[in-house]
């Protein structure tokens, strides 16, 4: 050991690594490889690994592979990378080999290095003849990528997606009494409800919940135990099933062996598919922060239907603005989920024969997604949502003016004669009851009952 180095020997020779660092010569040549980005896998990448690793070595030791002594040392340092004690060790950039082998060994010799410690002397573990035996970073990688999306999903994104959905339902029961233009492509359409809209924004965000949970039951089948090429050399024909058990067990998710391990490291068609319904997530948020923003823009030249929480000045230069920020946040947030999507799409078709090898970049776009997805529902519903309130007044308004109104009189006076009534109610800046009454369209007792504007937000026809 020299000038804060020591000495590591793999398989290609000799390396020098920083003397207080856990990992080995493995990951030494993986960091100056790959000075690429400076993006790290994140703290759920590294919990599944610690996770896989843990439950292994139990496995392993049940199953006479590994020295007892050995084995609980590993079991309390993967429990240890599982807990993130040790995230500053895990140095690897994500662009680095498609298979993410030299992260797996990083996790291996992380693990060796800290469970050799623990040992005290009594004992030295290997990175692969002990952390890794019966695995091949083949199928420890996607089984990871696996269980942290899965997890995440359950964790994060799920409960992040029911409290947005709540705050929603709440609002359109508040405002359900509250009548205003509809808008199709971007022009005055029949009335609506101010309820019925954000009823639909729930509606979006329910669908959205059902569409990931539906999606990450895929995730449940796991790679473990088809080892480098999916036939399952070196590896005990119950080291996966009862690895999966305890991997089950701990996260409370029912884990189950891949059916077909050629299928599991071969395709991530799973992955792919879950990326899916995160993009579909990411759609609805962008409809539902950009129909917000656009409701409460103004306050003097634009909609300004509903009043959003001032959460923070909007301007450098001019005072008193105030901006819908939480709005834009969601909106770059879809961005990001939908580019995401796109590059789990390229990443998942790079599945040439017995191995995809596009794993990394694929593994974090994937959980990148999630918590953005998650955080960003949090932040807008408690920040945005629950704050936003109707102007009763400003919507009452523009529905007086809105000569769509007349669409109303098509079953009393008929499409032509109601065509009229709305193009001179739009032209003349008078309401569309003005202009019936004017004309003498219909008896005034008739008015009053064509023109109900709630009876419009409802199907129906008059008796």
């Known amino acids: ?33 790959f000075p690429i980005s400076g993006q790290r896998f994140g703290r759920r990448f590294i919990q599944a690994l610690g996770l896989i690793k843990k439950s292994a070595a139990q ?4 199953l006479g592979h590994v020295d007892g002594e050995i084995a609980r040392a590993i079991v309390a340092a993967a429990g240890e990378v599982a807990d993130g004690k040790w995230d500053d060790q895990f140095v ?4 680095q080999t498609g298979s993410g082998t030299s992260t797996n060994m990083n996790a291996n010799e992380v693990v060796a290095h800290r469970a050799t410690h623990l040992l005290e002397s009594s004992g030295t573990v290997h990175p692969n003849d002990h952390v890794n035996f019966g695995q091949s970073s083949n199928d420890v990688i996607p089984t990871a990528i696996h269980v942290a999306a899965r997890v995440a999903i359950a964790e994060e994104l799920i409960p992040a997606l029911a409290h947005m959905h709540a705050a929603l339902a709440e609002k359109a029961k508040a405002f359900d009494g509250i009548m205003k233009s509809g808008r199709t492509h971007l022009m005055d359409a029949t009335p609506v409800r101010l309820g019925q809209e954000f009823a639909g924004y729930a509606t979006q965000v329910a669908k959205g919940i ?7 039951a895929e995730l449940e089948e796991l790679a473990l135990g088809g080892t480098a090429t999916g036939t399952g050399i070196n590896t005990h024909e119950e080291f ?23 299928e599991a490291q071969g ?11 995160l993009n579909t997530v990411a759609t609805s948020f962008m409809k539902i922060a950009d129909d917000i923003r656009w409701l409460g823009s103004g306050p003097t030249s634009g909609l300004h239907e509903i009043r959003l929480p001032a959460i923070q000045p909007g301007s450098s230069i001019m005072p008193g603005k105030v901006n819908p920020v939480m709005s834009e946040a ?4 879809s961005a990001r989920v939908m580019g995401n999507h796109t590059t789990v799409t390229v990443a998942g078709s790079r599945g040439n024969f017995e191995l ?14 999630i918590t953005l997805l998650a955080n960003v529902a949090r932040a807008f519903t408690d920040r945005c949502l629950v704050g936003i309130e109707p102007n009763e007044e400003r919507a009452r308004e523009l529905l007086e003016k809105n000569p769509s109104i007349a669409t109303a009189l098509n079953p009393y006076i008929g499409y032509d004669a109601a065509a009229v009534v709305a193009k001179e109610s739009a032209k003349r800046g008078v309401s569309v009851r003005d202009i019936v009454r004017e004309k003498g369209l219909l008896p005034e007792d008739q008015i009053d009952q064509a023109l109900d504007v709630r009876a419009m937000t409802e199907p129906g026809l008059p008796e």
């Open 92 to 95: 690897l950039d994500v662009y």
């Open 210 to 216: 059902e569409r990931v949970r539906t999606a990450g």
């Open 1 to 33: 050991m020299s000038d804060g180095f020591r000495t590591e020997k793999d398989s290609l020779g000799e390396m020098q690594v920083p003397s207080d660092a856990l990992y080995g010569a493995q990951t030494q040549r993986a960091v100056e490889n």
């Open 240 to 262: 996966a099933s009862r690895t999966i058990a305890r991997i089950a067990a701990e996260t409370g998710i029912p884990f189950v062996e891949a059916g077909d391990h050629f």
């Open 330 to 333: 969601m909106m770059m947030v």
């Open 59 to 62: 496995t392993n030791a049940e």
């Open 356 to 369: 995809n090898v596009m794993m990394p970049v694929l593994a974090q776009a994937l959980l990148e997604s």
């Open 267 to 277: 395709a991530k068609d799973a992955v792919v598919n879950v990326a899916g319904a």
